[in-house]
């Protein structure tokens, strides 16, 4: 027990104060906690200092939703929650996003915010900052509680770290009261009030018959499929998911953040017939990963109407949310993915040769046309020849951190580069959120020690753009590469009504590299592949901020991406609405 103490002159004989604050601080140290990300003011900004004095590390943002995007994504990468610390009302509610975003991907963070004084806002007074907090925090988080007294702090920080580890990770809301933090308590008593929690994420081990019964399904399959997501890279038991993946023959389908768990050239991964690895799959493991909006809900026509589902996931109440459910393997996925190793009897599960040779002909046939549109290089640059650049760096180096998000960017990204390790693709995730970029750049940079790749679109980059002076302040190995084509989608939209621009339109004729350029990093503005390359290269190698601007035709991209159809559509010819008749 380490509580740093305060002589007070008034106080009697022997007796040593601390306050909230120091509480706070060894509790979160107690617990393994090694980095705070956040943004200060009134009521945290000596929490902070005191968290950097004690040896946490304290990495400060420009905005509490990229610090609490970074919490999220140290969460994701450790296993351990990750920690955003904001100050009351405004800066609370700027960090509530990722709060709830995090709770959305089933990442793990504690959001802690200050709050002002409880009497004045309870009766609503007129207090500085005045806003009940907890209960505008409840709906977006996993869980949220408040710590009253200062012999709380211990309890409130295990039931936060508690909650957001176990069973499905996510968000957990803690609210601090400044009067909290600068209450003072006998240290001999605080030290009492802490308490390390004891194996916050239990494993959990499925049935035997639910075993048995998942593995009588897939033996029964002519044509088996098994879906890995981020739950299962999340999981880190990657020995046991590649051992069943590759005892079996089983076709694989990485969900975007679980490429890299097993490496996207593996012969077995069916991500190149994807389309076609759905439709036609009869039974169908899924392993961390939703039936959600990403897997077209488990329906037809993405999915054979027969399809029959096994689902392995640690939170029960998913099961049967959208597609019945056959066999259910409620469990964590090292201990559901070695139960089923171990209990297969030998040979019981095959992948059918029929099936896998009509995945790997529709496979082949998928990679001659990426090739073939790899291999154009139209003049200015479009998504496919600059990523075919970036590609080819890339491939040489797999420890790289890939971070993700745009429209476009995000969907081409993912198809044209390849991730070779576990836990390196970070991107929009379950919402298909932008501005995630800058806040998971700094956490990979920040936990891993990098070196991290961002691929953005230049409207994804706007939303979390100012944290590249972060990112120049703490000099991360970070490489900002802007797909820039001057808008949201595409930068070509065209107002026929004034002069403003249309709503998708960005500045075409924007130098981002100067943004970087102000706060010390190094700019690069490259027009050809060739350009992108060499820059790339540089940068990544150089292991310091840098920031490419990639200059590409404004005519490129596709309205939303490939979930255009997401778009409600406006009649064509609308009848004009008549004019109110009062
Ligand atoms: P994706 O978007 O990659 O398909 P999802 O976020 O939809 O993945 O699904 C992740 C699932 O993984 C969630 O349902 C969550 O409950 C589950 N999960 C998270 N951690 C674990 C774990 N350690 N063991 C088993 N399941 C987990
Ligand atoms: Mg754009």
């Known amino acids: 027990m380490s509580t740093t103490t305060t002589e007070t002159p008034a106080a009697d004989a022997g007796v040593q104060l601390t306050d909230g604050f120091h509480v706070l601080v060894d509790a979160l140290r107690l617990n393994g906690v090694q980095t705070i990300y956040g943004v200060v003011g009134i009521p945290v900004t000596d929490l902070a200092r005191i968290a950097q004095a004690s040896g946490i590390r304290y990495i400060g943002f420009r905005r509490e939703d990229s610090a609490g995007n970074a919490a999220a994504a140290a969460g994701f990468l450790t296993k351990r929650p990750g920690i955003c610390l904001t100050v009351s009302a405004p800066g609370f509610l700027n960090g509530l996003p990722s709060l709830a975003a995090a709770t959305v991907n089933c990442f793990p963070m ?3 915010a200050g709050s002002s004084q409880r009497p004045l806002v ?23 509680y408040r710590i009253d007294r200062a012999e709380d702090i ?71 499929l098994i879906v890995l997501g981020k739950g299962a890279a999340y999981a880190q038991s990657d020995e046991q998911v590649r051992a069943f993946v590759e005892a079996t023959g089983i076709p694989f389908l990485p969900m975007s953040m679980a490429k890299g768990l097993l490496p996207d050239d593996h012969p077995q991964s069916a991500a190149a017939a994807r389309s076609l690895a759905l439709s036609r799959a009869d039974v169908v493991l899924l392993v961390g990963a939703r039936l959600n909006w990403l897997l077209g809900q488990g329906e037809a026509p993405e999915w054979s109407p027969s399809a029959t589902f096994i689902q392995a996931d640690i939170d029960a109440t998913e099961l049967d949310s959208n597609q019945p459910i056959a066999a259910p393997l409620v469990g964590d996925i090292g201990s559901v993915m070695a139960a089923l190793t171990d209990r297969a009897k030998p040979g019981q599960i095959t992948a059918p040769a029929g099936w896998r040779a009509e995945l790997d002909a529709r496979k082949d046939h998928n990679a001659a046309a990426m090739r073939a549109r790899l291999a154009e290089d139209p003049s200015p640059m479009r998504f496919f020849n600059a990523l075919r650049a970036v590609r080819d760096v890339l491939a040489g180096r797999p420890d790289v951190y890939l971070v993700n998000e745009g429209a476009n960017s995000l969907d081409i990204t993912r198809d044209v580069i390849g991730m070779q390790v576990p836990r390196h693709r970070l991107d929009s995730g379950t919402w298909g959120v932008m501005g995630i970029g800058m806040g998971y750049a700094i956490a990979a940079a920040v936990e891993a020690g990098g070196p991290v790749v961002a691929i953005e679109g230049d409207s994804a980059f706007g939303f979390s753009g100012m944290e590249i002076e972060t990112i120049c302040r703490y000099k991360l190995p970070v490489t900002v590469v802007i797909l820039n084509n001057g808008g949201i989608y595409r930068g070509d939209g065209v107002n026929a009504a004034s002069a403003d621009p249309a709503p998708t339109v960005l500045d075409p004729s924007a130098h981002h590299e100067r943004l970087i350029e102000a706060f010390g990093g190094t700019g690069y503005h490259v027009t050809t592949p060739g350009q992108l390359t060499q820059a790339l290269g540089t940068a990544v190698a150089s292991g310091q901020p840098a920031l490419i601007d990639c200059v590409l035709d404004p005519s490129a991209g596709a309205e939303s991406g490939h979930i255009g159809n997401l778009n409600p559509q406006p009649l064509a010819n609308p009848a004009p609405i008549p004019a109110p008749s009062r």
């Open 110 to 112: 504690i959001q802690i």
């Open 122 to 144: 309870d009766l609503q007074r007129g207090e500085y900052e005045e806003l009940d907090q907890l209960a505008a925090a409840r709906p977006f988080a996993k869980a949220a």
């Open 154 to 224: 211990g309890r409130g920080v295990a039931r936060a770290i508690r909650a957001a580890v176990s069973g499905r990770p996510g968000g957990v809301y803690l609210d601090i009261p400044g009067q909290v933090l600068g209450e003072t308590i006998d240290v001999a008593a605080a030290a009492k009030t802490l308490w390390r929690v004891t194996d916050p994420a239990p494993q959990q081990v499925p049935a035997p018959e639910a075993v048995d019964r998942a593995l009588g399904l897939l033996a029964g399959a002519e044509r088996p």
